[in-house]
């Protein structure tokens, strides 16, 4: 699948005349998929499949590039953005990165979609030196500099997410019997671990573990396992189609235990609303950007700018889904690494300059969280805040929690 949203200029032929004066200057040597005019951008989606709520993003960044090339584009030159569907499957996943990377001849690779996929092209894109730029996935193994110079995270990793939750639940429910519902992959294994490791020697909490496949069709035998076990507190590590078959699930059995949902799938709109506010009251989660359906944000310049934007680039666009924000908010970071590239746009120095991140606000991001990297530190947003849905919308609660990088 390739998206055609981005209007773009068409190449601009230029002559071999003859030079009037001077030497010309010498011109940085850019990567390929770099012209005059434009600047190609990949991207690999699940606008298919079990993932497939999560397509949203990829439609919003879309959306943000037409918007920076009606605007004059990133120092002249159009961003062709190229999106192609992997349905959340791995060998489809190497598919279009190879399509991407040896047919289009993208500049880099962005946010990609996927623990699992992501893993599958980690290798290949590494050996290639082409940049696997702000994957859309929070697992620890995207901030390894040393080992995959070429592959950057952007949100907060699982690990510390896990970590956030078992710090909360030991302050607030020491005596919770917990069930966990998690996704049986390096994603779902991840913030397990940042959640046993949080606990410590309290790991005893946990009196059930329920995993599942992307494959499956539904959680409900898991969901009836975790209630057999008793627990009393539930979290769910699951992405939005699962994680809405949970709080749903639930709800029906009449189950009524404190519930904690991974921050990927905490969107009201691709996930609250479908398994019913009423059975989503009260439910836990921790977020990094602000929610779009919180009136608190009506007079909030950042949310007028976003909601305008909605207005004239994404009007079809679900104005409650956190992923429209998310998608705004990573588009806006690669286009602030792209202005840093200035003229350089050689694959090398879009991955230095997306290691020089320093202090970079995004407008949407909740007060106090910043993205910072640097060469040593490829996780560029470390901070969350806990937050509870109050069968309308999110509330925010507590302090901002600085996350580590991982391991």
Same mark, same amino acid.
């Given at each position: ?118 893993? #599958? ?12 730029? %702000? ?30 939750? #078992? #710090? ?108 019913? %506010? ?30 305008? %934007? ?68 490829? %996780? ?28």
């Amino acid at each position: 699948m390739r998206l055609a949203r981005t209007a773009l200029l068409g190449a601009v032929a230029l002559g071999l005349g003859i030079a009037v004066s001077g030497v010309v200057p010498a011109m940085a040597e850019n990567g390929p998929g770099v012209t005059d005019t434009e600047i190609k951008i990949g991207h690999i989606g699940p606008y298919s499949g079990p993932a497939s709520a999560y397509g949203t993003i990829g439609k919003t960044i879309g959306a943000y590039f037409d918007k920076v090339n009606a605007e004059g584009g990133i120092n002249g030159r159009k961003i062709n953005f190229i999106s192609y569907d992997d349905g959340y499957s791995p060998p489809k996943t190497v598919e279009q990165a190879r399509k991407l990377v040896e047919s289009d001849e993208v500049l880099l690779i962005f946010q990609s979609l996927g623990t699992a996929t992501n893993t #599958a092209i980690q290798k290949y894109m590494n050996a290639k030196k082409v940049p696997q730029l %702000f994957v859309a996935t929070g697992a620890t193994k995207w901030g390894m500099p040393e080992k995959y110079h070429w592959t950057m995270g952007w949100q907060p990793n699982y690990q510390s997410e896990g970590r956030i939750y #078992a #710090a909360y639940i030991l302050q607030n429910y020491p005596d919770a019997k917990i069930g966990v519902l998690y996704q049986n992959d390096d994603y779902g294994k991840d913030l397990l671990g940042g959640l046993k490791e949080g606990l410590g020697d309290k790991t005893g909490m946990i009196v059930a573990e329920a995993p599942y496949e992307t494959s499956d069709p539904t959680i409900d035998s898991q969901i009836v396992n975790l209630k057999a076990s008793g627990a009393d507190l539930v979290i769910d590590i699951a992405t939005p189609k699962f994680a809405a078959q949970a709080i749903r699930k639930i709800g029906e059995t009449g189950w009524n235990p404190v519930q904690i949902v991974n921050n990927v799938s905490q969107s009201v709109g691709g996930v609250l609303k479908p398994a019913g %506010f009423e059975n989503a009251k009260g439910v836990l989660s921790t977020g990094y950007l602000k929610d779009p359906t919180d009136p608190n944000w009506k007079d909030d310049q950042s949310f007028k700018d976003w909601s305008a %934007f909605m207005d004239e680039y994404y009007p079809d666009g679900d104005r409650s889904s956190s992923f429209t924000v998310y998608g705004y908010s990573v588009a806006q970071t690669l286009e602030q690494v792209l202005r840093q590239a200035g003229d350089d746009l050689s694959r090398e120095n879009v991955m230095a300059q997306a290691a020089n991140l320093k202090d970079f606000v995004m407008p949407m991001a909740l007060p106090g969280i910043v993205v910072n990297t640097s060469p040593t530190d490829y %996780f560029p947003i470390q901070q969350m805040q806990m937050m509870r849905f109050n069968g309308e919308r999110w509330e925010m609660f507590g302090p901002v929690i600085e996350g580590s990088g991982g391991n």
